[in-house]
């Protein structure tokens, strides 16, 4: 069983960063690959981010793709999720997940989810 804990949303600006964190509770995490997913108001929960299990590779989506960082740290049980030059479309609801999968860029590949954190860019 694996719980996650994300921490880090608010309020910035456009063109201002954000630093997401996700604690994960669980004594095998390190065999789950690791996502951030997001959903803004009135639209599907989409991909943002992954790091495999193992050698704990990136994958990131376009929108995102020199932007956001996705870090892993396990001797702190971590997973963060670096945002800069965040611009208002990136306002939603951030969301970390751990999968079964070494890794996973679907909302269906994912067994387990945070309860979320509210990202809100302004123009």
């Known amino acids: 069983q694996v719980q996650l804990v994300e921490s880090g949303g608010g309020l910035v600006q456009a063109g201002g960063s954000l630093r997401l964190s996700c604690q994960v509770f669980?004594?095998?995490?390190?065999?789950?690959?690791q996502g951030w997913f997001r959903q803004a108001p009135g639209k599907e929960r989409e991909f943002v981010a992954a790091i495999s299990r193992g050698a704990g590779t990136t994958y990131y989506a376009d929108s995102v793709k020199g932007r956001f960082t996705a870090s892993r740290d396990n001797a702190k049980n971590t997973v963060d999720l670096q945002m800069n030059s965040l611009n208002p479309e990136d306002t939603a609801v951030y969301y970390c997940?751990?999968?079964?999968?070494?890794?996973?860029?679907?909302?269906?590949?994912?067994?387990?989810w945070g309860q979320g954190t509210q990202v809100t860019v302004s123009s």
């Open positions: 669980g004594r095998t995490w390190s065999n789950y690959g």
């Open positions: 997940a751990a999968t079964k999968l070494w890794v996973g860029i679907r909302v269906n590949d994912y067994d387990y």
